[in-house]
């Protein structure tokens, strides 16, 4: 079992920035990948960023490529989210995930289906 915590969400106008951050617990070592994702309201869950827990390969959504950053901290098993240039378009619910049944990709992956740990989110919230 994987329990993930999520923490660093907030308020913030347009241009501005946030770093969230990403506590994980339990079994973590057959975590392979982490990834973020991101659900506005009325919306579906889109991914937002991923990277390789066992390298530093990291996967973007187009929508955030060049603004976000996600970074890894092995020996504190935490994954952050780095956030720049922020958008009104970028307010949503921020899903911290784990992949851990043992497949390997060549990319890692956004797709929410490829994950099996959540943590609860934390909001962002972008004003214009």
């Known amino acids: 079992q994987v329990h993930l915590v999520e923490s660093g969400g907030g308020s913030v106008q347009a241009g501005g920035s946030l770093r969230l951050s990403c506590a994980a617990s339990?079994?973590?070592?057959?975590?392979?990948?982490m990834g973020w994702f991101r659900q506005a309201i009325g919306k579906e869950r889109e991914g937002v960023a991923a990277?390789?827990?066992?390298?530093?390969?990291?996967h973007y959504a187009d929508s955030v490529q060049g603004r976000f950053t996600i970074s890894q901290d092995n020996a504190e098993n935490t994954v952050a989210l780095q956030m720049n240039s922020l958008s009104p378009e970028d307010t949503g619910m921020y899903y911290c995930?784990?992949?851990?049944?043992?497949?390997?990709?060549?990319?890692?992956?956004?797709?929410?289906?490829?994950?099996?740990?959540w943590g609860q989110g934390t909001p962002v919230t972008v004003s214009s």
């Open positions: 339990g079994y973590t070592s057959s975590c392979k990948y």
């Open positions: 995930a784990a992949h851990c049944r043992g497949w390997h990709y060549s990319t890692p992956p956004i797709s929410s289906n490829d994950y099996d740990y």
């Open positions: 990277i390789y827990t066992s390298g530093d390969e990291t």
